[in-house]
């Protein structure tokens, strides 16, 4: 379902949405999980360890967040 928000206002959710949908291809369609818990660990592992250190994101010029965070600033003080 597509966002019902206009640009720029509180209701427009496609950020979050192409997140959900990442974590949905790459983690929670390739397998089963026997319990809650072990999802649970999964997602958590996902987020923290895989898409917050890990994943290339466009935003960032296809680095890794610790890649762009180690870039020299590259305005002179």
């Known amino acids: 379902m597509p ?6 206002d509180g ?6 949405e192409s997140f959900w949908s990442s974590m949905q ?3 929670l369609n390739r397998r089963r999980w026997k319990t809650r818990v072990e999802l649970a660990n ?4 996902y987020i923290e ?3 917050n250190r890990q994943r290339r994101h ?9 890649e762009y965070e180690n870039l020299p600033d590259t305005i002179p003080a």
């Open 49 to 51: 360890i895989f898409h």
């Open 3 to 8: 966002s019902f928000g206009s640009v720029g």
């Open 42 to 45: 999964a997602i958590f592992d």
């Open 11 to 16: 209701l427009d959710n496609a950020m979050m």
């Open 25 to 27: 291809i790459e983690l």
């Open 58 to 66: 466009s935003a960032l010029g296809y680095r890794t967040p610790t």
